[in-house]
């Protein structure tokens, strides 16, 4: 179940990075779509003119806590401030 469960994340991913025209070596603000992109929470950054995508992180809860929620991400604020943190308790 749980090959089954990685192959369809896998799946989404390459997906959601075909469908984001930004993902190619062309890292220029006049691209086809960077506006969309841009208003998500995450980063392209472009060292040496080719894109690299950066998320938000996955959290971990400290020791003895465990995740009881998670908060939504801010559309409102710009990443990595946009990222929703786990809820611990």
Not at 9 to 35: A, K
Not at 50 to 66: R, S, Y
Request: one cysteine or more.
């Amino acid at each position: 179940m749980k090959s089954i469960i990685f192959v369809g994340c896998l799946l989404m991913l390459v997906h959601v990075s075909m469908q984001i025209s930004i993902w190619d070596d062309n890292c220029h603000e006049d691209t086809p779509g960077f506006q969309e992109v841009k208003n998500l929470c995450f980063h392209i950054s472009c060292p040496n003119n080719v894109a690299q995508p950066h998320a938000c992180m996955n959290d971990i809860c400290p020791p003895g806590q465990n995740p009881i929620g998670r908060e939504s991400d801010d559309n409102s604020k710009t990443y990595p401030g946009c990222c929703g943190k786990l809820i611990c308790q």
